[in-house]
């Protein structure tokens, strides 16, 4: 869907998406012309249809895109796919975590590149071999590790 | 005023991410020689065991051959190969799989969950969940597979949900370049619903290789040999596509499945051996074939 400012004939540019309520989205564009905003919100159905296509829709989407690992919106482990809600008994090792090992920057990089729906069931497993072989802290060497002992 | 096809780019929204997506799973599927959905239809009619043999037959053959569990909410695969307590892992180049004994390469939802549990699809509009569910399926088959490092295979597997719409938007999904094997059995409901599939898919490029006929007959552990399973029917559809094999009943291979294990692991397996390979043997013939 594209946004025509028709006095300015200009293309009107997403500035701002918000979920300011559980099932609606407030998405506003402006045109870079006149500075004209306006805002859609929304129905619940549509709300679903957006969040169906699998797709990111905000200023940081974009960035986002080209860093998977970056959280989309923008607040460090932030999660907004739908998929961690569906995982009830898996998210709770993602929340079990904070008295696991430590990561180290570049192996957490790595677990946040792969998608979100297979993150606590690779946590788990990492961590797991981490605490089989008495390491306090999981990096690389730690993930060649796992997937040695998992067969991969 | 400036139409839509007038304007670049779609101003932030979903469509460009999309299309990137598909670029993405496309180079990812790159390394892949053939792809092969395996549907039917009709549901019960032993297509995931017999999905999970064939791999494992063709990988006894030598073959590199990885198995994509498509049925996010009815998942076996993982279990079928004995592979559901391992997680997938990140590696150097992409999201590193399951592989199971015979070294088959496992991408099913089943890892991700605890036995029993269920998918769930919160939604914002309870009761019209019909309205996005296939949609937002598809959506995560899609980022799975844009990021799953197969590496090279002859061939990968695809284990469909059943429903002959299912079976037609999954090839639909997959691409024009993926062929189509059927399974039915031999009773005039399931090959009813097995034509559905085929009528189905007679509106999409795909090329449908022909069907496999499971549970065609009763491997007796006894004498060896094989008996009817269901009675002669007049009424079958008659199905206008090639045989690819006949693979007989045997509670062995049952026994075998809940184990997570391979047929090949068992040295003189009798006609169900035999008819596994055959058929193995005669659907990669097929898919080597310029059609």
Known sequence: MKFLCVPCDSQMRLRA????EPSSLSVVYECPECGYEMAMLTNQHETDMVRSLGVRIGPAAAAAMANPGM??????GASRCPFSAMLGGTTQVEAATPSGPEWTPGALARLESIPEMVRPMARAGIEMVARE?????????VLADARARFGM | MRTYSQIQGDGGSGAEQIADL???IARRMAGIRHVVAVGSGKGGVGKSTLTRQLGAVLAAAGKRVGILDADLNGPSQAMLHGVRN?????GEEGLLLPVSREGV?????GSLLAEGEALSWPSASPRHTHVWRATRELAKLAELLSAVHWGPLDVLLVDLPPGPERTAQFADFLGPQTAVVLVSIPSALARGVVARSVSALGALPNRLLGYVENMSGYACAGCGTV???????????ELSLPCLGR?????????LSDDGRAITEVPEAGPIAAALAETARTLFERLEEVP
């Open chain 1, 17 to 20: 998406t918000e979920e300011n």
């Open chain 1, 71 to 76: 959280a989309a919106s923008g607040e460090p």
């Open chain 1, 133 to 141: 072989n008495g390491h306090q802290v999981i990096d690389e060497t």
């Open chain 2, 22 to 24: 598909e670029a993405a």
């Open chain 2, 86 to 90: 391992v997680p997938p892992l990140p």
């Open chain 2, 105 to 109: 390469k496992v991408l099913s939802v």
């Open chain 2, 227 to 237: 008996r009817p399973l269901f009675p002669e029917s007049q009424e079958a559809a």
């Open chain 2, 247 to 255: 693979v007989p009943f045997d509670p062995q291979l049952a026994a």
